[in-house]
């Protein structure tokens, strides 16, 4: 009877064993992902005379650093504001990892187009990184005529 049950739980704990390590990625490290998020803006820019009325999109200009051939401009998303009048927004960009990169570094400039919805002074800040844990922008106010 103790035969019986000493295999019956070394059959068992070989099927879990066998199962367990039958699952398991093999964590090849040759395979490449990618990985997406944020990339720090270093400057933000906007023509004075190009400023539309309420409704209309206004260019503003966001350059920042690509790191690589890796590294790319996705998009521009928007990050969430307490104020009406503020408009914060940063670049998202991807990586792919474990693939051969380039180290040079990339200054791009991309064109966000910012539609306000209201007159007045509206402020545009887009993300610039974190310090000390806390966000950090870059700002521009701009005056939006009604008409």
């Known amino acids: 009877m103790k035969v019986i ?3 019956t739980y070394f059959t068992m704990l070989m099927f879990v064993g066998f199962t367990t390590i039958s699952c398991l990625n093999d ?6 992902y990618t990985s997406y998020g944020f990339v720090p803006a270093l400057k933000l820019e906007y023509n004075v005379d190009s400023v539309a009325p309420i409704k209309k999109p206004t260019n503003i200009h966001v350059t920042f650093e ?3 051939d890796c590294q790319d401009f996705v ?6 504001s307490s104020a009406s009048d503020v408009k914060n927004f940063g670049v998202f960009g991807s990586q792919k990892n474990n693939s051969s990169c380039t180290n040079d570094i990339r200054i791009v ?3 966000y187009r910012f539609v306000p919805t209201k007159a ?3 402020t545009i800040r ?6 000390n844990g806390e966000d950090i922008y870059i700002s521009e106010t701009i005056q939006i005529p009604a008409e």
């Open 5 to 7: 049950k000493l295999l």
């Open 27 to 32: 964590d090849n490290s040759s395979e490449e």
């Open 75 to 80: 998009e521009f998303k928007d990050i969430a």
């Open 66 to 68: 690509l790191k690589g």
């Open 120 to 122: 007045g002074e509206n």
């Open 126 to 131: 887009v993300w610039a990184g974190k310090l």
């Open 109 to 111: 400039t991309k064109t």
